[in-house]
């Protein structure tokens, strides 16, 4: 793996959904570029577009848990879904990053002192190591808030094209 800096990634289900929905090949690019992506078996249950086989093909790792950490996800904090817990849990106990666009989730994983990454941010590195370009990451960007408007607005688009300009211009 040519990684940039070798970190272990997490995608909240949401994430995943919005990559495959886009452009599920940008994800084969993060898991080796960017992060080795672990998907734990039981979250995918959440995201219909993605079994076993697809991740394998893919380049995503599906990890799974220990028993205790998923019945501890079943003990829910409030705001979080089984499954987002889970993530914030897989992340704190395996030193992954997390990555996700769910608010809640990103004040859990700051009060854990979890990494995290907003989902569109994987392509930042991606363009920052020349591995895709602006224009690929607006196209995907742009297909992802066609899929998920009311999460991934014009606003957030637009921001994510001003970082990836300065990353593209960023030396490698």
């Not at 898991?31 to 995201?47: F, T």
């Not at 028993?67 to 106990?93: F, I, Q, T, V």
């Not at 300065?166 to 490698?172: E, N, S, V």
Request: hydrophobic share 40%; with cysteine.
């Amino acid at each position: 793996m040519s990684s940039v800096d070798n970190r272990l990634l997490i995608l909240d289900a949401n994430v995943l959904i919005d990559y495959c929905a886009a452009d599920r090949w940008v994800l084969t690019l993060i898991s080796q570029h960017v992060g080795r992506i672990n998907v734990p078996a039981a979250l995918l249950d959440e995201v219909e577009d993605l079994d076993e086989s697809e991740c394998d093909r893919l380049s995503i790792q599906v990890v799974e848990l220990p028993l205790e950490l998923l019945e501890n996800a079943g003990k829910r904090r409030p705001g979080l879904s089984y499954y987002d817990h889970l993530c914030l849990l897989a992340a704190k106990e395996g030193g992954w990053t997390c990555v996700t666009n769910d608010g809640r989730l990103r004040r859990e994983c700051a009060a854990e002192t979890v990494p995290v990454l907003w989902g569109l941010e994987p392509m930042l590195d991606l363009i920052a190591g020349g591995q895709m370009t602006v224009a690929q990451a607006q196209e995907v960007a742009e297909r992802i808030h066609e899929s998920n408007p009311l999460f991934i607005t014009k606003g957030i688009v637009g921001r994510f094209l001003t970082r990836a300009r300065t990353a593209a211009r960023r030396p490698r």
